[in-house]
Nanobody
Framework: QVQLVETGGGLVQAGGSLRLSCAASGRTFSSYNMGWFRQAPGKEREFVAAIRWSDSIIYAADSVKGRFTISRDNAKNTVYLQMNNLKPEDTSVYYC????????????????WGQGTQVTVSS
């Protein structure tokens, strides 16, 4: 069982930066793949980025490549999402996810989810 708590959301102007954090409970955090998804009002939840536990290989959606970076600190049981050059279309609730096997871009394949943190980008 893993519990996830996201922090770091807020209101930022276009072109600005935010860093989201996701703190995980449990002693086996290092053996979980971690992901970030987002969901805007009236839209489906979409993949942002994921990082594998075994080799820290990163996957990112085309819409955020070059602007967002996922990273993890196993000693702190925390995964981060550094978001730079934010755009109004990045406005969403951002969710952290964890799973022992998948690192898929399909939300339904992830076992554990946080409660989400709101990111609002003004133009």
């Amino acid at each position: 069982q893993v519990q996830l708590v996201e922090t770091g959301g807020g209101l930022v102007q276009a072109g600005g930066s935010l860093r989201l954090s996701c703190a995980a409970s449990g002693r086996t955090f290092s053996s979980y793949n971690m992901g970030w998804f987002r969901q805007a009002p009236g839209k489906e939840r979409e993949f942002v980025a994921a990082i594998r536990w075994s080799d820290s290989i990163i996957y990112a959606a085309d819409s955020v490549k070059g602007r967002f970076t996922i990273s993890r600190d196993n000693a702190k049981n925390t995964v981060y999402l550094q978001m730079n050059n934010l755009k109004p279309e990045d406005t969403s609730v951002y969710y952290c996810a964890a799973d022992r096997r998948t690192y898929s871009d399909y939300p339904g394949s992830w076992a554990y989810w946080g409660q989400g943190t709101q990111v609002t980008v003004s133009s």
